[in-house]
């Protein structure tokens, strides 16, 4: 059974820092490729959050049913198909936007760059994140079991 409300819990923040991260990187690959010439209309904006959307609902498809564990092996499974799900996502979605051009191999490697940047990023953040949370959690129980002993 999904938890539903900590799936989408997830996904919204999983959102948010993918769009900071989309921002960015968008801000430096058209500096690099466009040499700061390119002028762009509001619907690019409109692009990269319906973009960083559809990259946040992998964990939907990827996500494991609450109350169990990933193997080692579910992990790096999960990672794969989830980097495999975002790289279509977003070439798709770029080159239907005209963000790149397929023929110039120079653009196609820095949007592979820019989407390895991101996906690294959103995990490292998401790490720390839940790191944060079981050293809190871990801190609540501390606390509780001292109050048991008292």
Not at 21 to 27: E, I, Q
Request: hydrophobic share 55%; charged share 15%.
């Amino acid at each position: 059974m999904i938890n539903w409300k900590k799936t989408i819990g997830n996904m919204l923040q999983h959102y948010m820092i993918i769009t900071f991260a989309v921002l960015v990187v968008t801000a430096t690959y058209i500096s690099v490729f466009f040499d700061g010439g390119y002028r762009f209309g509001v619907e690019l904006l409109w692009q990269i959050l319906l973009v960083s959307f559809v990259c946040s609902l992998s964990e939907l498809f990827f996500g494991m049913p609450d109350g169990k564990e990933f193997t080692k092996k579910q992990w790096i499974v999960r990672w794969v198909l989830c980097y495999i799900y975002v790289n279509i996502v977003v070439l798709g979605c770029g080159f239907r936007f005209g963000w790149f051009a397929p023929e110039s191999i120079p653009m196609v490697i820095g949007m592979l760059v820019c989407i390895a940047a991101v996906y690294l990023f959103v995990y490292v953040m998401v790490y720390f994140k839940d790191v944060k949370m079981a050293d809190q959690m871990n801190q609540k129980l501390l606390e509780r079991n001292q109050g048991l002993e008292d």
